[in-house]
């Protein structure tokens, strides 16, 4: 169905501004896609969030007008009423429903005027593409491409197969992403902004082949012949004829090129535009300094903001927060000073994420895979070495620990293939992934803080050798060894997802070898454990059980309070809380402290719980005791 043409050009584009009105249309899905995270229920979750969506909008009407003249279009007319309908609703906190429909209502008036350049801003991202062609394309196209997904049976016309469809380009594709084909099956995708529409179009493009073998070195030949224009606006076999020999595979070369955005180029690209906003302020040119800075964000900083969430804790959100600042300050007079200022402070924190961005190589991971390995295998570790230990005092205790040992082994397999779906949960999208790590991280502190207690309320020896007769009595003597088995299971699986979590994060934020550092560094840390723990159980039975409880309850509540930290922050990057800065500006990953109200409110709750329900073990058992 998306070979269905859409050739003609209505509209003379040549009088109208393209960059505002580019603008216009990013201005637009932004606020669709963003709002959610500005007002829920009629009330303001995210004040930044919620000031960006007013400063938007209003710069949506001032940019409709400049362009209305020229566009001269009754359509295009008649978006001054959706804009103020759009700007009330969303002063009054509308629902995010009505305000996402009202702002997909704008694109698509935009989109159908055929004003934008049929060329994309910079080089698209194929695989961003790909993600989102599995994400809403698959179902229907099948993930090949071959028109054969899940949800094509019935379906009239039926979707396209992309490998037959040989006339199409990527800006064929665009359009019809962004504004559907009417009476099929095919919607308009207006979520995606115009970059993902963009990436996403030249990932269909590489589906018209039958394999993915590419001879890169062909690339260097198309130079001079084919640019990005033309790669955006021919179809393969009009881009194939221009060379005497060879040209299926120089094309194919071009169409499979990644076009991914280094984190450096996109900073540096986003400084520039912002120094040139600087400039045309100085110059007293306000509009064009507004429309760089506008730019700055949208073309420099957007396209890597994923990659960023995931390697530079908090960064982002701060980022955010500063360069609306540097555009508010454009509309006053004689700013010049603030807004220098505000530009050494964006510069500052690029600076930081360029320094953590070095960390993230093949030694960083290994170091942190391990350290992430051996911090959650030692919790589980020692519970199961108390628990064997326990054993040792039962006529029928090496027969319970078998059963112990086939627990925690089920667990480790069950944790490893969990590592791939979570691989896969995780990869749907940076604000999924930061809200699943987050909420997970709170979930792991909850159950830290309930198990850490457990242990400690174990470390008195009274308590410890009421709880052996009366719980792990009763499961020998009633031969219910599954129970025990179980009980193994569970205390090791829980570390084991965490760990899968984390794990998976973290070979996500990684470069290339970020794969084989996350393996090799958890394979080492498992046989460190693996030494340490056939230590403590030969030498078990000379171990005070109650010292190891209390050690491990101990160990389990610092981690409690630096998940909480972790968590929070997680939580921020989803742009699900708010974000409030100290004046400081240094932040410790491995003990969850950052410099925010939130993070900070969170470690001491959790520490004061944690302190509470210590004193109330340290009562219990003075009573115990005195008993």
Not at 197 to 208: A, K
Not at 243 to 264: C, T, Y
Not at 590 to 614: D, E, R, S, V
Request: proline share 2%; net charge negative.
């Amino acid at each position: 169905m998306i070979i269905i043409g859409l050739f003609s050009t209505h509209i003379c584009a040549q009088d109208i501004d393209q960059q505002k009105f580019r603008s216009l249309v990013n201005l637009s899905n932004y606020i669709a896609n963003d709002y959610p995270n500005a007002v829920a229920f009629d009330t303001i979750i995210n004040e930044f969030e919620y000031a960006e969506m007013q400063e938007f909008v209003s710069t949506m009407q001032v940019l409709h007008g400049e362009l209305e003249a020229g566009v001269g279009n009754e359509d295009f007319k008649a978006l001054s009423l959706n804009l103020e309908y759009l700007k009330e609703s969303i002063w009054t906190k509308a629902d995010a429903i009505v305000i996402q429909d009202l702002s997909n209502e704008i694109s698509r008036v935009l989109l159908a005027q055929e004003i934008l350049n049929s060329v994309p801003s910079t080089q698209a991202n194929i695989t961003t593409g790909r993600q989102l062609y599995l994400q809403n394309c698959a179902y229907c196209h099948g993930d090949l491409g071959r028109g054969d997904g899940l949800s094509s049976i019935g379906l009239v016309p039926a979707p396209s197969n992309f490998l037959e469809a040989q006339h199409i380009f990527p800006f064929h594709i665009y359009n019809t992403i962004q504004l559907g084909i009417e009476g099929t099956s095919m919607a308009a995708q207006t979520h995606l902004s115009e970059q993902e529409t963009w990436d996403l179009s030249f990932y269909v493009m590489t589906l018209t082949y039958e394999d993915t073998i590419v001879d890169a070195s062909r690339i260097g030949a198309a130079l001079g012949k084919v640019d990005l224009a033309s790669l955006s606006n021919q179809n393969n076999s009009k881009l194939e004829s221009l060379f005497d020999l060879d040209g299926q595979a120089i094309i194919k070369a071009l169409r499979f090129q990644k076009g991914e955005v280094g984190k450096e180029e996109s900073l540096a690209l986003t400084l520039s535009m912002l120094r040139e906003s600087m400039a045309a302020y100085h110059e007293g040119n306000t509009e064009e300094a507004n429309q760089l800075a506008l730019d700055a964000y949208f073309i420099g900083f957007e396209p890597v903001e994923i990659k960023l969430g995931a390697t530079s804790p908090g960064k982002v959100v701060t980022i955010e927060k500063e360069m609306m600042i540097f555009r508010s300050l454009l509309n006053k007079p004689n700013n010049d000073t603030l807004v220098k200022e505000q530009y050494d402070k964006i510069a500052y924190h690029f600076d930081i994420i360029e320094n953590e961005k070095e960390q993230s190589g093949f030694w960083f991971v290994f170091i942190a895979s391990f350290s992430i390995l051996m911090r959650e295998g030692m919790e589980a570790l020692l519970i199961i070495v108390a628990i064997l230990a326990a054993l040792n005092t039962f006529t029928d205790g090496e027969k319970a620990k078998k059963y112990v040992h086939g627990g925690w082994i089920v667990a480790l397999l069950i944790g490893f293939i969990s590592y791939f779906f979570a691989g896969k949960l995780i990869a749907m999208g940076a604000h999924k992934r930061e809200l699943i790590e987050g909420l997970g991280a709170l979930l792991a502190v909850v159950i830290l803080l309930s198990v850490g207690f457990w242990l400690h309320d174990k470390s008195n020896a009274i308590a410890w050798n009421k709880f052996v007769k009366s719980k792990l009595s009763k499961h020998l003597n009633a031969n219910s060894l599954w129970s025990v088995a179980l009980l193994a299971f569970v205390v090791v699986f829980r570390e084991a997802f965490e760990s899968v979590i984390f794990l998976s994060s973290l070979s996500m934020a990684g470069g290339s070898e970020s794969g084989l550092a996350v393996f090799l560094g958890s394979l080492f840390a498992a046989g460190v454990i693996a030494v340490i723990g056939v230590l403590i159980i030969k030498f078990s039975k000379r171990m005070p059980i109650h010292q190891v409880f209390k050690i491990s309850s101990i160990t389990m509540i610092i981690l409690a309070v630096i998940l909480a930290g972790r968590g929070i922050k997680e939580l921020q990057e989803a742009a699900f809380i708010g974000v409030d800065l100290f004046n400081f500006r240094f932040s410790i990953d491995a003990l969850g402290f950052y410099p925010t109200y939130q993070t900070m409110a969170a470690q001491i709750i959790t520490l004061l719980i944690a302190l509470g329900l210590w004193f109330l073990n340290k009562r219990k058992a003075s009573k115990l005791e005195a008993a």
